[in-house]
């Protein structure tokens, strides 16, 4: 099965600041990154993905930057917000449509 | 639409025990996944279907069964409760490939799953 390893596990920053969250991956085949935030007690909920043809996305204050070489791709949150806080997971799927996530990173967001 | 709707919400069941966990989707998703999260961790796959009446194993599915008799419903049977499988047990959907890629996971509410 794939390896899916994202770091760091825990994150604090100043409101306003940004935030960098990282995964590798190791099925050079996978096509499909999307990321999840899910906050305590909840379902997780997709806020970005990428499709393994393009090597940005960017959304409002969130973007995703994909490098297939490597087989890492990257959560970038920008002007970050209180409401931002919660535990970001990375997945990839593999051409099985299968998909492995990560171990979760878990954002705070200090006011 | 519902989405993907999970029941029941909560459970607590006693060592050596059985029971069903239900997960149905209005989505006409051929792909769904069971996944259980455990303290802390990411979510680890248990069994997939690609469509009606085909499943598969995923990560971890020792002590657990799927079927899938209908698109809309892909229930997880858990055989003889151990501790070990107490857990939070997600199930999603998917429509699968979208052109270069994929489409992304819908997940229910989740199941909350003791085992005493």
């Known amino acids: 099965g794939e390896n899916v390893e994202q770091h760091p596990s825990t994150l604090s920053v100043q409101e306003g600041d940004s935030a960098v969250i990282k995964c590798t991956y190791s099925d050079s085949a996978s096509n499909y990154f999307p990321w999840y935030k899910q906050e305590l007690g909840k379902r997780p909920q997709l806020i970005i993905d990428?499709?393994?043809?393009?090597g940005e996305k960017k959304d409002q204050r969130i973007a995703v930057t994909l490098n297939k070489t490597a087989k890492h791709f990257s959560l970038h949150i920008t002007e970050t917000q209180p409401e931002d806080s919660a535990v970001y997971f990375c997945a990839v799927k593999n051409t099985g449509n299968q998909f492995y996530f990560g171990t979760g990173t878990s954002l705070t967001v200090i006011p | 639409n519902a989405g993907v709707t999970q029941t029941p919400k909560f459970r607590i069941l006693k060592i050596g025990q059985s029971m069903t966990l239900q997960c149905t989707q209005d989505?006409?998703?051929?792909?769904m996944y069971w996944y259980r999260q455990d303290p802390g961790m990411g979510l680890k796959l248990i069994y997939y279907?690609?469509?009606?009446?085909?499943?598969d194993k995923g990560e971890v599915p020792n002590g657990y069964n799927v079927s899938r008799s209908t698109t809309e419903d892909f229930p997880l049977r858990l055989e003889l409760a151990a501790p070990s499988q107490t857990s939070v047990y997600f199930c999603?959907?998917?429509?699968?490939?979208?052109?270069?890629?994929?489409?992304?996971?819908?997940f229910g509410n989740g199941t909350r799953l003791t085992v005493t």
């Open positions: 999603a959907s998917s429509l699968g490939n979208r052109g270069s890629g994929g489409s992304p996971l819908h």
């Open positions: 279907s690609v469509g009606a009446g085909i499943t």
């Open positions: 990428i499709r393994s043809n393009v």
């Open positions: 989505m006409n998703h051929n792909y």
